[in-house]
């Protein structure tokens, strides 16, 4: 299930990563914005759990039905996007849609801040493509240590992000507090495949004593990095805000 090439460089996936960043950020600052933030907030929270409903409905049609999970698989951007691993898994936008219609909500009851729901959007959007982009090269050209250089890619891009997010929010945080959320982000999003494997035999045995037809969709969630990352840094930026 979780066996898929690592140092891969898909290029529509990583602008599908990063457009889908800049969208979210875009509409959650034209909301505060807006003649009425109160009531648009509550829209705002309601359109990101529809979004995520929506991909989880389209992603339970594909494990349903071969035919249409070709077809997802053969649309001209959306498909492209796709992970081989992902064909009969909930895609890593499904998984990004949650982490952001969570945070809203946190923000919405007043758990999180706005700075740190747009360090947790961000922070994802901008530093999974760097590390992947240094794991290709490193890869592609022969060079080894892909993973730590990657690891150490995305704590970087992580610490720049949230820097300027906090600048951008006029909110005085110190580098050490950053380092530390940068580095371990990077070791959740570097290591959780790993995680997951680690436990996949107990999982295996588990889902093998259910016998509810449920079972068979709801084994194929997993904490995916593009859910873990953003409410891991909204945790521990929340911690420091």
Request: proline share 4%; with cysteine.
């Amino acid at each position: 299930m979780f066996e898929y090439p690592e140092y891969e460089w898909n290029v529509w996936r990583k602008l599908w990563h990063t457009i889908g960043c800049l969208l979210m950020l875009t509409i959650f600052y034209l909301w505060q914005s807006g003649p009425n933030p109160s009531q648009g907030l509550v829209f705002l929270v309601s359109f990101a759990w529809a979004e995520t409903g929506i991909a989880f409905a389209i992603d339970l049609i594909r494990f349903h039905s071969p035919r249409q999970n070709q077809a997802v698989r053969n649309l001209p951007l959306f498909g492209k996007a796709m992970r081989q691993h992902e064909e009969n898994c909930f895609n890593a936008t499904t998984y990004y849609l949650l982490a952001s219609a969570i945070l809203i909500t946190a923000y919405r009851l007043n758990w999180c801040q706005g700075t740190t729901l747009v360090m947790a959007i961000a922070v994802l959007g901008i530093a999974d493509p760097t590390a992947a982009w240094v794991r290709y090269q490193l890869h592609k050209h022969r060079l080894g240590y892909e993973r730590p250089w990657g690891l150490i890619a995305f704590a970087i891009a992580s610490f720049v992000v949230m820097w300027l997010v906090s600048w951008w929010h006029d909110h005085a945080l110190d580098y050490q507090g950053l380092l530390a959320i940068g580095l371990i982000v990077a070791l959740i999003e570097s290591y959780t495949k790993d995680y997951v494997s680690l436990v996949r035999p107990l999982t295996r045995r588990l889902q093998h004593r259910l016998t509810h037809s449920a079972t068979v969709w709801l084994f194929r969630l997993y904490p995916d990095d593009n859910l873990v990352v953003p409410l891991a840094v909204a945790v521990l930026a929340g911690l420091i805000l």
